[in-house]
């Protein structure tokens, strides 16, 4: 269960951001509420400087190959490793605007590293598990889900909404 704080400020992310989220993962197989949950902790719930002055909605490294991407910049940050947080800077994408930079964390999930979470995960809570396994978000695939639970439920409580094709 999650707080009434996850549930406000869920509910204000999806208010805000939730349109762009769905159109971006249109066709994808991907679960809404999980990636609402992914864009809110790694956006710092859209307040992050990455998202807010380079619309990056999701760390992604410089990738200038990328559709949307028009620079990269340098900043610090923290990074999984060996199941920790550790502090480092990174080279990261700088995106057009927010739908470019939203558009983009759905181009990353689909890559064929992912396809297992997105074609075979029966809930949002799963597929994020499953794309930890995969290795994303840098920590434990408990770790990165138990970040993420409580959003989850949030945002499939208050938007009804599941798997997105």
């Known amino acids: 269960m999650y707080s009434k704080a996850v549930k406000d400020k869920t509910k204000w992310f999806?208010?805000?951001?939730?349109?762009?989220?769905?159109?971006?993962?249109?066709?994808?197989?991907?679960?809404?509420?999980?990636?609402?949950?992914?864009k809110a902790v790694e956006s710092g719930w859209g307040q992050s400087t990455l998202t807010t002055k380079y619309n990056n909605?999701?760390?992604?490294?410089?990738?200038?190959?990328l559709e949307g991407v028009v620079g990269c910049i340098v900043l610090?940050?923290?990074?999984?490793?060996n199941g920790k947080l550790v502090q480092s800077t990174q080279n990261f994408s700088i995106f057009k605007d927010v739908e470019a930079g939203i558009r983009g964390?759905?181009?990353?999930?689909?890559?064929?590293?992912?396809?297992?979470?997105?074609?075979?995960?029966?809930?949002?809570?799963?597929?994020?598990?499953?794309?930890?396994?995969?290795?994303?978000?840098?920590?434990?695939?408990?770790?990165?889900l138990a970040g993420m639970s409580g959003i989850i439920e949030a945002a499939q409580d208050y938007s009804g909404l599941g798997r997105i094709y």
């Open 105 to 144: 964390v759905s181009k990353v999930l689909m890559m064929d590293r992912y396809k297992n979470a997105r074609d075979n995960a029966k809930t949002a809570k799963e597929q994020i598990l499953m794309f930890g396994k995969a290795g994303y978000g840098g920590v434990t695939p408990e770790g990165y």
């Open 76 to 81: 610090p940050t923290k990074i999984g490793k």
């Open 14 to 38: 999806i208010d805000k951001y939730g349109e762009g989220i769905i159109e971006a993962i249109r066709g994808t197989n991907l679960f809404f509420p999980a990636v609402v949950a992914q």
């Open 57 to 65: 909605w999701g760390g992604i490294n410089c990738a200038p190959k």
